[in-house]
């Protein structure tokens, strides 16, 4: 199983930019896909899930508006487009992998929830 998480770079103040999750050795359309980030100094903090059929999004307060989650099931990729970056969006950026529970889509916003992680990427947002 590997996950691998891509697109980050710098980029000023009010810019965009797209991360890509590219997943190989399990079927993405039965996992949930979440996406963290970490601060120097913080703990990592959920920014975002999608569930395994891309029909249901969920976003942390910080970043609703700006940031959506997106996903090609074919592609075994996932995204995350960010809009109108910030400087306190300066993080590690990952992605990681969860597999189907029981019961409607729901947020899954915690590190422990989630079984399978790939190397972040770097997001600097200068102001």
């Known amino acids: 199983v590997q996950l691998q998480a891509s697109g980050g770079g710098l980029v000023q103040a009010g810019g965009s930019l797209r991360l890509s999750c590219a997943t190989s050795g399990f079927t993405l359309d039965y996992y949930y896909i979440g996406w963290f980030r970490q601060a120097p100094g913080k703990e990592r903090e959920g920014v975002s899930c999608?569930?395994?059929?891309?029909?249901?999004?969920y976003y942390a307060d910080s970043v609703k508006g700006r940031f959506t989650a997106s996903r090609d099931n074919a592609e075994s990729t996932a995204y995350l487009h960010m809009n109108n970056l910030k400087p306190e969006d300066t993080a590690v950026y990952y992605c990681?992998?969860?597999?189907?529970?029981?019961?409607?889509?729901?947020?899954?916003?915690?590190?422990?929830?989630?079984?399978?992680w790939g190397q972040g990427t770097q997001v600097t947002v200068s102001s």
């Open positions: 999608i569930n395994s059929g891309g029909d249901a999004t």
């Open positions: 990681a992998a969860r597999g189907l529970s029981d019961g409607p889509s729901r947020y899954f916003n915690t590190t422990d929830e989630y079984d399978y």
